[in-house]
């Protein structure tokens, strides 16, 4: 709890004033992160920041790795949305490769009635080599998620290469800019201003207000874009 505790400092001595917790949904865990457990530790989170006078709002959500019984299980109710009550879910896709029926998978859940964002495209090695899949999610009307980190090369230049890319299209492709937090040094919130700073530079300040802002924010309240 200290170090949660001293993250949400960190976030709100930033600016943030509202962060979505996102653990990973793996389909391997022992213990997955049900909707109900994540509320019940967000809940938890929520009455340790207000005591200590934090002021940061923490709203559940969910990092999902894509399956096929994703769009089964969200129908379901055992996997938790952007915002918990939202449409929208975080989805990722292995580093390395991307599975032959991913696409297949991401029209069973716009399908189901869900809306997709997609988890840090500028770190997938497939993603670094060929932006052309990211115009197929794009179509299906998918949005794109960047991290702090892969904006300030943190995860090496082909990742930093392929998220400025990705910025490039901030016109047609629906982007976020997310902090990625993991800690508090490595992968720290305190990384997000400059990662603005930075996406600021190519695309200027107004698109970046809603990539971090206004475009999150309706994601988590369901609100279209």
């Known amino acids: ?78 996997l938790g949305t952007l915002g918990d009550e939202s449409r929208w879910v975080l989805v990722e896709m292995p580093f390395d490769h991307i599975p032959t029926d991913a696409l297949k998978q991401f029209r069973e859940i716009r399908d189901a009635g869900y809306e997709i964002l997609l988890a840090h495209p500028e770190r997938y090695s497939e993603i670094q080599k060929s932006r052309n899949y990211l115009q197929d999610c794009a179509d299906l009307g998918m949005a794109f998620q960047l991290t702090s ?7 090496g230049s082909r990742a930093q290469i392929t998220a400025e890319s990705i910025l490039r299209r901030a016109d047609d492709w629906p982007l976020v800019i997310a902090s990625d937090a993991h800690d508090l040094r490595d992968r720290s919130a305190a990384l997000l201003r400059a990662a603005c700073d930075a996406a600021a530079v190519i695309v200027g300040d107004k698109l970046v207000q809603e990539m971090v802002d206004t475009r999150p924010r309706s994601m988590i309240s369901a609100k279209p874009l």
């Open 1 to 78: 709890m200290g170090e949660a505790l001293a993250m949400a400092q960190q976030a709100a001595a930033q600016g943030t004033d509202t962060l979505v917790a996102t653990p990973h949904r793996g389909w391997s865990l022992r213990i997955p992160p049900t909707p109900d457990i994540i509320r019940q530790r967000v809940a938890l989170l929520q009455t340790e920041l207000d005591w200590a006078r934090i002021p940061l709002k923490i709203i559940p959500g969910l990092e999902i790795k894509i399956g096929p019984k994703v769009a089964k299980d969200l129908l379901e109710g055992t």
């Open 149 to 155: 980190g892969s904006l300030l090369g943190r995860f």
